[in-house]
């Protein structure tokens, strides 16, 4: 079946350096595109999205990339900190022009800081 | 503003038994969605309510249903639970922007469910 998918479930980075956690999606008809942060004992914490008429689309230290090419989505985080130490998900909307409905997450990515 | 709050936050239950979980959305905010997480499947989607109607539903068997209230909190039902159902049940809410339903889901802190 049609899923989202992550390449790496656990990532190691040093305190300081850039983090990219990727991710791959095989519905090419998805148009949005999100990424979320999950810590022990929470709920899912919104990131970053971005539109499939997008191709890259920064926040604040973190910048999220769609190749819709080769279907895959990757999150950059900038100067890596104790406090970005999470499971990150990715998440896609496999219906085109829907709302907030049935959102296809991938496995995640357990980002492990490195002191 | 207040954040997406579930009740209760932690619950054991035995097999057979039914269980009922709440989730209060944000305030403004018309749409719930439910979300099973287990390690072994991930984040799965179960359903969607928006003013009181289920809009769309994952591939979940009949034993979990769902409501939405008029004040748009809603309530999950699992009845005859079975072992498998231990998990951590998530709930997002979604509200409209001057374009549509945004896409953006805010999540509560969940609750955390084990059958025994």
């Known amino acids: 079946g049609e899923s989202v998918g992550l390449h790496l479930p656990t990532l190691s980075v040093q305190e300081g350096d850039n983090s990219i956690i990727n991710c791959a999606y095989s519905?090419?008809?998805?148009?949005?595109f999100i990424w979320y942060k999950q810590e022990s004992g929470k709920g899912p914490q919104f990131i970053i999205d971005?539109?499939?008429?997008?191709d890259k689309r920064q926040g604040q230290r973190v910048t999220v990339l769609l190749n819709k090419t080769v279907k895959h989505l990757s999150l950059q985080i900038a100067a890596t900190q104790p406090g970005d130490s999470a499971v990150y998900f990715c998440?896609?909307?496999?219906?085109?022009?829907?709302?907030?409905?049935?959102?296809?997450f991938g496995k995640g990515t357990h980002l492990i800081i490195q002191p | 503003k207040a954040g997406v709050t579930q009740t209760p936050r932690y619950l054991i239950k035995t097999r057979g038994q039914q269980v009922t979980l709440s989730c209060s959305p944000i305030?403004?905010?018309?749409?719930v969605s439910w979300y099973q997480q287990t390690p072994g499947q991930g984040l799965q989607f179960l359903f969607e309510?928006?003013?009181?109607?289920?809009?769309n539903k994952g591939n979940f068997p009949g034993r979990f249903s769902g409501r939405q209230f008029s004040n748009s909190r809603s309530e999950m039902n699992v009845s005859t639970l079975e072992l498998g159902d231990s998990a951590l049940y998530l709930c997002?809410?979604?509200?409209?922007?001057?374009?549509?339903?945004?896409?953006?889901?805010?999540f509560g802190p969940g609750t955390r469910l084990t059958v025994t």
């Open positions: 997002a809410s979604s509200m409209f922007t001057a374009t549509g339903l945004s896409y953006e889901q805010y």
């Open positions: 519905n090419s008809a998805s148009d949005y």
């Open positions: 971005i539109r499939s008429n997008m």
């Open positions: 998440a896609e909307n496999p219906r085109s022009g829907g709302g907030a409905d049935g959102l296809t």
């Open positions: 305030s403004g905010h018309r749409s």
């Open positions: 309510y928006f003013s009181e109607t289920q809009r």
